[in-house]
T-cell receptor
Framework: AQSVTQLGSHVSVSEGALVLLRCNYS??????LFWYVQYPNQGLQLLLK??????LVKGINGFEAEFKKSETSFHLTKPSAHMSDAAEYFC?????????????FGKGTHLIIQP | KAGVTQTPRYLIKTRGQQVTLSCSPI?????VSWYQQTPGQGLQFLFE???????NKGNFPGRFSGRQFSNSRSEMNVSTLELGDSALYLC????????????FGQGTRLTVV
């Protein structure tokens, strides 16, 4: 079975500052990794995903993440935070090629943007 | 292209009743998965359907069931509702598997009183 740990249930950054949201995963087989964003009373929107190939993945809204197998990490970054980035962010893992557990999500990180 | 559509958006039910939630996937998607989101447990996988067959199931009691129709639309049913079933229920769809790329609907907020 796979698992995800998101470090920090709340992260606060100033507008214009670097955003760094941390995600570590555990998987016995090659993982697929995802970052989703959720705004209040909304569903989940896919920001980016890693399946195979290039380990630096670029997503929507200026976000990117790097898959580091040796560190079992998939941290999400954005060079310059915007007020509209305030939301809940979820890291998720699934088993490459399918699996019985669907997507396994972390507990989420609430990103707060200070003006 | 229309996204994943879930109906209704909000529901209030009484303990002991049953409820049916509906999900229409993105056109062309054959995989539909359901998730429960609560403040305490976070996002938990319920089940996945592909071509009208349940392919995977999470660790939920038998009161939670689902089905998928030939047009890939899916329904989820919860019988004998309990207060703890209050949650946001999210549906996700994908081409071959919602494990590889899942597009989520806006969810159905179920409140059990």
């Amino acid at each position: 079975a796979q698992s995800v740990t998101q470090l920090g249930s709340h992260v606060s950054v100033s507008e214009g500052a670097l955003v760094l949201l941390r995600c570590n995963y555990s998987s016995s087989v090659p993982p697929y990794l995802f970052w989703y964003v959720q705004y209040p009373n909304q569903g989940l929107q896919l920001l980016l995903k890693y399946t195979t190939g290039a380990t630096l993945v670029k997503g929507i809204n200026g976000f990117e993440a790097e898959f580091k197998k040796s560190e079992t990490s998939f941290h999400l970054t954005k060079p310059s935070a915007h007020m509209s980035d305030a939301a809940e962010y979820f890291c998720a893992v699934s088993v490459a090629g399918g699996g019985a557990d669907g997507l396994t999500f972390g507990k989420g990180t609430h990103l707060i943007i200070q003006p | 292209k229309a996204g994943v559509t879930q109906t209704p958006r909000y529901l209030i039910k009484t303990r002991g009743q049953q409820v049916t939630l509906s999900c229409s996937p993105i056109s062309g998607h054959r995989s539909v998965s359901w998730y429960q989101q609560t403040p305490g447990q976070g996002l938990q996988f319920l089940f996945e359907y592909f071509s009208e067959t349940q392919r995977n199931k999470g660790n939920f009691p038998g009161r939670f069931s689902g089905r998928q129709f030939s047009n890939s639309r899916s329904e989820m049913n919860v019988s004998t509702l309990e207060l703890g079933d209050s949650a946001l229920y999210l549906c996700a769809s994908g081409y071959s598997s919602a494990n590889t790329e899942a597009f989520f609907g806006q969810g159905t907020r179920l409140t059990v009183v």
